[in-house]
């Protein structure tokens, strides 16, 4: 079976290469000339992008191939301090660099919309901008001429005290999401609310692949044996022309098991690439969750280069036999 790791967004070995510089808006509406802070505004939103490219090129380089980009990419966009300005034909040449080096690289890249963008909310105002946020993301994989293979990760949501009426109210406000946004969709299971099964059952239901947080998995188990889901999660994966993505972190403590660490312990992953072995292989990659970012990502290739019948591709891809 084939692994390969990635990381999000940050990297700790390269200087002055935020892809999240931001402006606030007390600071957008302390400068007098509008359309000046809106080119700054720009300005920034291209030097992110330009940084967001530079972290690719670092990670390509190291072996890694899987990466997610920030959502904070450009500041202030959705605010209706900026609904009139065109951020999209401003940023067209630096959204376009960024996609074909993904598509020259063979990068796998990915969104991960905010806790704020929400489908299972009661507020209808909650769920048009939540729609709306779904759509520029996928606007900024379209101008980067990115097929539907670059994917948005969510989760379901609260409960609302009702769970069942919420995960209903999910599926009907998904229903009214336009089919491009569909398609790019994933869910993930999380921490406290949604277990493994009741976020498979869902995405079984709605045709969407399903992300395995298995860190998320273990503060929050259900009644379910991994055993018995792991080949219905990967088969929700098999129209996508992409191999079954998952997510690794470390709790930061035993008090605080949460929490992501620094960096990966290899016991925390090994049992699991162990057990889906076991279960006859299939290829995964492993987006490291960790907040030593791609420093953490290289360190867990590492050991896993380390373990018996692993053996290197490159710097962040492995046959596990």
């Known amino acids: 079976m084939k692994l390969r790791v990635g990381f999000v967004a940050m990297s700790v070995h390269l200087k002055n290469a935020s892809p999240s510089s931001t402006m606030t808006v ?10 000046a802070a809106l080119r700054k505004l720009t300005s920034i939103a291209a030097k992110n992008l330009q940084n967001s490219l530079r972290v690719m090129r670092h990670a390509h380089a190291q072996g890694i191939h899987v990466y997610r980009f920030t959502s ?7 605010h209706e301090l900026t609904e009139d300005w065109d951020f999209w034909t401003k940023l067209k040449p630096e959204f376009e660099e960024v996609g074909k080096f993904v598509r020259d690289s063979g990068m796998r890249v990915s969104f991960h919309p905010d806790h704020f963008t929400l489908l299972n909310s009661k507020s ?20 980067m001429e990115l097929d539907q293979r670059a994917k948005l990760v969510m989760h379901i949501g609260g409960t609302f005290k009702d769970k069942a009426e919420s995960i209903q109210r999910f599926e009907d406000n998904y229903a009214l999401i336009p089919d491009e946004v569909k398609r790019r969709v994933t869910l993930e299971n999380d921490d406290k609310t949604y277990t493994v099964l009741e976020t498979l059952e869902l995405c079984e239901r709605q045709g969407i692949p399903m992300v395995l947080d298995i860190h ?12 018995d889901l792991l080949p219905r999660i990967f088969a929700t994966w098999d129209d996508t022309g992409l191999v079954p993505k998952i997510h690794v972190s470390s709790p930061k403590s035993e008090t605080d098991l949460r929490s992501h660490a620094d960096y990966i312990e290899l016991s925390d ?20 969750e960790a907040k030593q970012k791609d420093d953490a990502a290289m360190r867990l290739a590492k050991d896993l280069a380390k373990v018996e019948g692993m053996k290197p591709i490159d710097g962040g891809s492995f046959l596990y036999k």
Do not use: W, Y
């Open 124 to 143: 209808e105002t909650v769920i048009e901008n939540s729609i709306a946020d779904l759509e520029r993301h996928v606007k900024m994989f379209n101008l």
């Open 269 to 288: 992953l090994l049992p699991f690439l162990d057990l889906v072995h076991e279960l006859g292989g299939s290829d995964l990659d492993i987006m490291v």
């Open 26 to 35: 007390t600071n957008f509406q302390k400068i007098i000339d509008r359309e």
């Open 72 to 78: 904070k990419i450009v500041p202030m966009i959705g």
């Open 216 to 227: 998320h998995h273990r503060c929050n188990p259900g009644n379910e044996d991994l055993r």
